[in-house]
């Protein structure tokens, strides 16, 4: 779930037009261990406009491989005009093992199919569903809107429960300079594990997300912008 931690215009759109954020993945030494990209493109609106909006397409690609021991994350997100998901699609590459599934939300219902013959699972998500990038799309822009975010179900293959909490302003420095970001802690609840993680917004108007904290057995891993 914490792969995908870490992707506008006016207040109550994000982002118009496209949109490319580059990261480092970090180990706890310091040392590089991968690398990130997350892209989107199109806009959505909460609020009614004289033209239509096509909706937001965001992906990302995780690269953590090794020299002949590929580890890959690959996630893409097809959102409506209101940021709503209607298609999440997830692939997973490590070593020899791969995974390839996709959630289509219609009708307040969410159907995952499983590549290769892996089944089918269909559950109730209400009228509007987000997966985890449209997820960090959304909290993007309540931070634009000055809102607060409520807990929220997220589809993630399962359905997850993600809480975030506000852990004040931080100085950190990106690209050599130093900037001010608001941190938050994200809870995820799933069927069968608890987890958490930091994601730091910069305070720019787009909110860009400049660092990811994941903390797990070894230390806290990182993924940082790259500007």
Excluded at 78 to 94: I, V
Aim: charge should be positive.
């Amino acid at each position: 779930m914490w792969l995908i931690a870490s992707a506008a215009a006016l207040a109550c759109i994000s982002p118009a037009g496209a949109e490319t954020l580059q990261y480092r993945l970090k180990w706890p030494s310091g040392v590089s261990l991968g690398t990130a990209r997350i892209e989107s493109s199109g806009q959505v609106s909460d609020k009614p406009a004289d033209k239509p909006v096509a909706g937001l397409n965001t992906s990302m690609v995780l690269d953590a491989s090794f020299p002949g021991v590929p580890v890959l994350g690959e996630f893409r997100s097809q959102m409506n005009s209101k940021g709503c998901t209607q298609e999440f699609e997830k692939k997973l590459t490590l070593a020899l093992r791969n995974s390839h599934e996709k959630t289509t939300v219609r009708a307040g219902k969410a159907t995952r199919k499983t590549a290769q013959g892996g089944g089918e699972s269909v559950i109730s998500v209400g009228p509007c569903a987000f997966d985890a990038l449209a997820y960090l799309q959304l909290f993007r822009r309540e931070l634009k809107a000055g809102r607060a975010v409520k807990e929220q179900n997220i589809l993630f293959g399962s359905q997850y429960a993600v809480r975030a909490v506000s852990a004040g302003k931080e100085q950190l420095t990106v690209g050599g300079k130093a900037q001010e970001a608001d941190r938050y802690t994200f809870h995820v609840k799933g069927p069968a594990s608890n987890s958490e993680f930091e994601i730091l917004f910069g305070r720019d108007e787009a909110r860009t997300p400049v660092e990811v904290r994941v903390t797990m057995g070894i230390g806290k891993f990182r993924l940082e912008l790259v500007p």
